[in-house]
């Protein structure tokens, strides 16, 4: 591989799994979610109490972005927003028990597909894929560093 192919190629392997994944997993759950509404989603259950703002700016999307995907995943019964004690003015985000539900379903699917996928490679493959996953979180961590000096 030429070394200025490599992010290339890197970038469409990654992409490449990502969307296989959401497609096969879609179907699976209802009612279907839109990407930026499971990432908004995943990042409130990970940090519950999280404010608009900082879900936007996390996610890069425009605090009105983030607002109208809280307001579509509260209509469908995921989120709850909550006044802030420290600024009366601010919302914080809250997951509910339908949206915790959703998300263990969905990362348990999710871990069989891959665990499925990786037990039709051989162990080389699965060692050297092992291997990468702390560079590839470096790799992420250094990109959002990046962006945050953006």
Known sequence: MEPEAFPDELIDALIGVQRLLRRRLR??????LRGAEVELLR????????????AAKDLYLA???VSTLVNQL?????????????????????????????LAEWRKRRAELVRGGLS???ETDRETLRDAI??????ADTLHEEAEET
């Open 74 to 102: 509260s209509r469908q019964g995921y989120l709850v927003r909550e006044t802030d004690p420290a600024d009366r003015r601010a919302a914080r985000l809250m997951p509910t028990p339908a949206a915790e539900a959703r």
């Open 27 to 32: 179907p699976q759950i209802a009612p279907q």
């Open 63 to 65: 605090g009105n972005s």
């Open 43 to 54: 990042l409130v259950v990970t940090r519950p109490g999280i404010g608009i703002s900082d």
């Open 134 to 139: 702390p560079a590839l979180r470096k790799l």
């Open 120 to 122: 039709r490679l051989d």
